[in-house]
């Protein structure tokens, strides 16, 4: 009696904590994609100085955000992000604008898909 009562309280725990963690990954997603936005903004305006400012912000949460994705996801694709950010802040400082927006165009793509990815449904799954 006692095995199937520990189990099941295993997987209430494990599915609380899943969800949790579901839940953490798209509001840290939504924040960072917001950042992204005001990047893509100045750059649309030709503002190379306050672009590298929000660049330079999205990098500083991304790696706070980064220490808990790395627990739930493929490292793959947060080594991407990464390099999308390493080509964006070289294309800002050389003043090359369009390759820097399609840089973070990269890095919002990303940015959305990794924690749609995680989410535990169907399209995960297949």
Known sequence: MRLPLVLAVLLIAFLVLGAFAER????????LGAVLREVKGAITRQ?????LTGLRLFESRWEKAEKTWALVTDH?????????????????????LP????????????????????????????
Do not use: N, W
């Open 24 to 31: 953490r990954m798209r509001d840290t997603a939504r924040e």
């Open 47 to 51: 503002e190379k100085e306050k672009a």
């Open 76 to 96: 793959h694709e947060m080594d991407q992000v990464h390099l999308a950010i390493d080509r964006a802040d070289e294309y800002l400082s050389a003043g090359r």
């Open 99 to 126: 390759e820097a927006a399609a840089e973070i165009a990269s890095l919002s793509f990303l940015v959305e898909h990794i924690p749609r990815k995680e989410t535990l449904g169907l399209r995960s799954v297949f």
